[in-house]
């Protein structure tokens, strides 16, 4: 089975946000990037279906130069081939639309038999990408899945869902997103890691492919949550009672 | 190209596998420090976890199951391990006498322990110091009498770590009496290594409790007619002296880099204290500049011992001669040492009371940090290292 996974680079999970002087993007200096968490559940359920038969794994990435990276990372995980579709402009100004359309120009005349994405990227947290490139590769989407088992062409999905799990069935090609429980996913070993230096890593120019780079949505003002106002501490469970009640007004 | 200071992506990926790693374990991270600290052992989870990442063989090439990356990517490895609290000692000797093998060992010795060593499933320690014989090498007393296919061991080595939790020792041996190499005009003549294992009929340990290298524990032993096939040598007879040299240096680097992480581990311990701790006011203790210029200070300091550490690493990794490796591994251990007293000292200081108590876990760090200063080499050993070598003084002993 040949598996195309897509992932996105994005600052760790304990970096401190700055907003940058332009207030569309924030600080990048001195970041340290990861691949995004649900993109990482991803990349492993490909490559334990990849090893249960055979196949390969693909990782994609649409972003700038430095998202090479997050593609050596999925490389020296155990993925076999990386594209990386090299997109110059700023961050700002690539929306879900534009980067879905990239993603499946990216894979024309590509075989597959499954595309996965990651429920959300943890930057920008904007849900979109399975959907749309689902839509654009013309294949059934199966989302927010944390079971997967595939039978020939069959697939049986598990999903989350309010308060429980639904399973669902479809057919290959499709696209899966992966929620966390999923698996736990691998990190790179060292043999990997080398494995990793010797990969190519196709690049393709965003501005070369034919997709118009002009965004449908774009972003205006980014804005850190306000601080939160200081803690009060009560002295006894009757303080606490009217100060929920008189104050807060939650009960 | 010249400098060029960025980590390159393989090395983020390193650090970045054993980060992972300890975030997978994060809620046994204050029993495992426990178990180091106080109890003196390296947990078992956290040896496989470890290994598991194939960091033991990233220093050994592919065709012993290694990848063949040099000794960088191990010393950021335990660099990010102690930046958490854990200082593996395993690591450091096991990659120590592995080094050695690969360049000394023949071929069968090779095959047969390397591939272990980089699974993690072997850990190896080193066996030198002896009563008489510590910062002087050459005072080795322990005798290994060559008997047909077989040698016969007999003597007794002190402060030897790990003879209960690793496999085999890598032992300094003499071949030859002192007496006899002085006589032929050579006294760096006569030395030998040996692998030995450690559970060898005629080796017998003994506890000692010292406080310093933590997770691991120091034995007396003694060998009494302990027998060492001859296929177990590593490089020549009578030829170790410079064997010995020129693996310690991979030692001495790794050492240096435990330090330096764990000056990572302290200063954030420290500055997470000092922005919360109030004393006079409302102001946290970490805006005074009594506190805080001591924590900076630190801070410049290990970045300072950080790169000499990895010129010693690149240097080693180039295949420099090893007297100019040397000469970087010792800088880097002397100032690494420094840098990790003083960060134990001021975390101790911003802590106030609480730093001795073992909830914050800091004052853990004080008698690892002074054993930096003592082993593997001691500091004025070091000295006189570059006075001697580098600065080309009168040698003074
Ligand atoms: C916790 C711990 C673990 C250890 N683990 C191991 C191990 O696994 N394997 C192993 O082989 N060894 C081990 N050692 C031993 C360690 O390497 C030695 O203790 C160290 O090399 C010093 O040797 P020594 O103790 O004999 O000191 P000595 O050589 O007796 O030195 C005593 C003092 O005199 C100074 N001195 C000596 N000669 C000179 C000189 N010419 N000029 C100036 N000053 C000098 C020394 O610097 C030192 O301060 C361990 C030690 C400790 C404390």
Redesign the pocket.
């Known amino acids: 089975m040949d598996i195309i996974v897509c992932i996105k680079q994005v600052p760790d999970t304990t970096t401190v946000i700055q907003i940058d002087p332009s207030g569309k993007d924030i600080v990048r200096d001195g970041i340290t990037y990861i691949v995004s968490p649900y993109d990482e559940f991803a990349i492993e359920e490909a490559l334990k279906l990849k090893e249960a038969g055979d196949g390969t794994v693909t990782v994609l990435t649409v972003g700038p130069e430095s998202a090479k990276e997050a593609l050596r990372t999925g490389l020296a995980m155990g993925a076999d081939e990386a594209i990386h579709v090299v997109y110059e402009g700023a961050p700002s100004q690539l929306d879900s639309l534009t980067t879905a359309k990239l993603i499946a120009k990216a894979l024309e005349g590509k075989k597959y038999d499954l595309v996965f994405c990651g429920r959300q990227a943890i930057d920008d947290d904007a849900l979109q990408i399975g959907s749309l490139v689902a839509e654009f590769l013309n294949v059934p989407q199966i989302s927010l899945v944390i079971k997967l088992e595939i039978n020939g062409e069959q697939i049986k999905a598990s999903r989350t869902i309010e308060g429980g799990t639904q399973v669902v069935e479809s057919r290959l090609p499709a696209l899966i997103t992966a929620q966390k429980g999923l698996n736990e996913p691998r990190y790179p070993s060292m043999k990997g890691i080398l494995k990793a230096r010797k990969k190519e890593i196709t690049e393709l120019k965003a501005a070369e492919l034919g997709v118009d780079l002009t965004p449908r949505v774009v972003l205006e003002e980014l804005r850190l949550p306000p601080a939160r106002p200081a803690g009060k501490i009560v002295g006894s469970v009757a303080e606490l009672v009217k100060a929920l009640h008189e104050e807060i007004k939650v009960i | 190209m010249g400098f060029d200071f960025a980590y390159t992506d393989e090395q983020k990926m390193v650090q970045e596998s054993i980060t992972r790693m300890l975030k997978r374990h994060e809620d046994k991270h204050v029993s495992w420090r426990q178990d180091i600290y106080k109890h003196h052992n390296f947990p078992d989870a956290l040896w496989q976890a470890f290994a598991e990442t194939g960091i033991m063989g990233s220093f050994l090439p592919e065709a012993y199951g290694g990848s063949d990356m040099g000794l960088m990517p191990l010393l950021l490895a335990l660099e990010t391990l102690s930046a958490h609290g854990f200082a593996s ?1 395993h690591a450091v ?1 096991t990659a120590m006498d592995a080094l050695c093998l690969l360049k000394h060992g023949s071929e069968e010795l090779k095959q047969r322990i390397l591939p272990k060593v980089a699974t993690g499933e072997m850990r190896l ?12 090498v050459f005072n080795t007393a322990t005798f290994a009498k060559r008997e047909g296919d077989h040698y016969v061991v007999n003597g007794q ?6 003879v209960d939790s690793t496999q085999k020792l890598l032992l ?1 041996t003499r071949t030859t009496s002192l007496e006899d190499a002085i006589a032929q005009g050579n006294r760096t003549y006569g030395l030998t290594l040996m692998l030995v294992d450690c559970d060898s009929p005629g080796l017998e340990k003994q506890f000692l409790p ?4 933590e997770g ?1 524990k ?1 034995w007396a032993i003694f060998f009494e007619n302990m027998k060492v096939p001859v296929e177990n040598v590593v490089g020549t007879e009578n030829g170790g002296a410079q064997i010995i040299f020129d693996s310690l240096n991979s030692e001495r680097i790794l050492a240096a880099g435990i330090a330096t992480g764990m000056v990572d581990f302290l200063l954030d311990r420290s500055t997470r204290y000092a922005r919360e701790r109030k004393v006079f006011g409302n102001r946290a203790i970490g805006s005074y500049q009594a506190i805080a210029h001591p924590l900076a200070e630190t801070k410049i300091e290990q970045e300072a011992a950080r790169l000499l550490t990895y010129r010693a690493a690149w240097a080693f990794d180039k295949g420099l001669p090893p007297a100019e490796v040397g000469h970087f591994a010792n800088l880097a251990k002397f100032k690494a040492a420094d840098v990790a007293i003083k960060a134990a000292d001021h975390a101790i200081e911003t802590h106030g009371g609480y730093g001795f108590s073992e909830e914050y876990e800091v004052i853990y760090y004080w008698n690892t940090a002074r ?1 930096f200063k ?8 070091i ?2 290292f570059i006075s001697e070598h580098s600065l080309k003084l009168p040698r ?2």
Do not use: C
């Open positions: 000692v000797v320690g080193y066996a030198h110091t002896e009563p008489d014989a510590g910062s002087n080595k002190v402060f030897i770590s790990g300094v010292l406080q310093g290298l691991i120091q054993l003592t082993a593997p080499i001691t500091r004025e050993m000295l006189n003074s002993y």
